[in-house]
């Protein structure tokens, strides 16, 4: 035990997970989310905690105000781009970790995750921990170092600049999601550009960081452009796979063994009735795609194979008295 009884290398394991999850929804990287978390917890190991009365409050308070730090710095970064910038997509894992845990409690779609980039790092700050993390606008206050009614405001401004963006009110149709998903990638495989058109609403937003110099006179002939490129990487792809994106069915597109892009899609019923794709963010750095290459890349999958093929050798046992026949 350290001061005042804390254990801190306890205290910190118990709260990991949210605070990665947190560091995650504010910088939209995994990587830089733990680079700061493993910032927070040098600076707890090494700070006095004689008055820290609830160690999951200061190590929240840290890790927000380190994410808004590193925001302000990688947002000019991320800005100066050619590519454009997507937060790394999260996959769901078929095993949830604490981390995949932490992070379905704080569920947010990718597509509010992308809007995010337009808030101000205070902004986006006081929006995740009010609607992901569920903390009033006293808690904000402290960790900010604010005044509540001025919280209260950044939220709701927030709020306001994300409905004007086009945020997604409510989740689509679970069904009617997964079988577009699975249309969507049944046709990038099958190379059906007419399938494809098929699928999205009349002007979809189309996002990636696929750099294209095809030249682009409107949002649907950027669109178009977007899907042969993206038609183009599936027939390079050995095959495509519906996987699980911040809780809604995407696709990931894998070239011998290694997942080289990762697709969200947005959809929703139009007027006439008929589920559309009206976006659709494809990320295919290999930086950004790291991550979940450990998860399901080829190293993961050899690794997991030969788990299952020691267990299935350590399961093979001959009882003493197994009958053997000699002479057979």
């Not at 947190?22 to 927070?40: C, H, I, K, N, T």
């Not at 170092?145 to 409510?170: F, M, N, T, W, Y």
């Not at 011998?256 to 929703?268: L, R």
Request: net charge negative; proline share 4%; charged share 25%.
């Amino acid at each position: 035990m350290t001061e005042q009884g804390i254990d801190k290398p306890s205290s910190f394991e118990a709260a990991r997970a949210r605070l990665l999850a947190l560091a995650y929804r504010m910088l939209g990287s995994r990587a830089e989310a733990e680079d700061v978390v493993q910032d927070v917890w040098l600076k707890w190991h090494l700070a006095d905690t004689q008055e820290v009365q609830t160690p999951a409050a200061w190590l929240t308070t840290i890790t927000t105000r380190a994410a808004i730090d590193r925001l302000r710095h990688v947002q000019r970064e991320r800005a100066s781009q050619a590519a454009g910038w997507l937060p790394e997509p999260w996959l769901d894992e078929v095993a949830p970790s604490a981390e995949e845990l932490a992070l379905r409690a704080a569920e947010m779609s990718y597509g509010v995750m992308l809007l995010l980039e337009r808030l101000k790092p205070d902004e986006r700050a006081a929006f995740v921990l009010h609607e992901a993390f569920d903390c009033d606008y006293a808690e904000i206050a402290k960790i900010l170092d604010r005044p509540p009614a001025s919280c209260r405001q950044i939220v709701h401004r927030a709020k306001a600049r994300l409905q004007r963006a086009g945020a997604p009110l409510e989740r689509p149709d679970p069904a009617a999601h997964a079988r577009i998903v699975e249309r969507l990638r049944a046709a990038l495989e099958a190379q059906d550009r007419v399938g494809l058109l098929r699928l999205f609403s009349d002007a979809p937003e189309v996002v990636s960081d696929i750099v294209s110099d095809a030249p682009v006179c409107t949002q649907e002939l950027a669109s178009v452009a977007w899907m042969e490129t993206v038609t183009a990487l599936a027939h390079q792809a050995s095959h495509a796979e519906v996987v699980s994106v911040e809780g809604a069915m995407g696709i990931a597109l894998l070239f011998e063994g290694e997942v080289v892009g990762v697709i969200d899609v947005s959809t929703q019923r139009l007027a006439d009735g008929s589920v559309k794709i009206v976006a659709l963010r494809a990320v295919t750095s290999a930086v950004r795609l790291q991550a979940i290459n450990r998860l399901l890349g080829r190293a993961a999958v050899m690794k997991l194979l030969a788990r299952i093929q020691q267990n299935a050798i350590a399961s093979i046992t001959m009882r003493s008295d197994f009958p053997v026949d000699v002479d057979a």
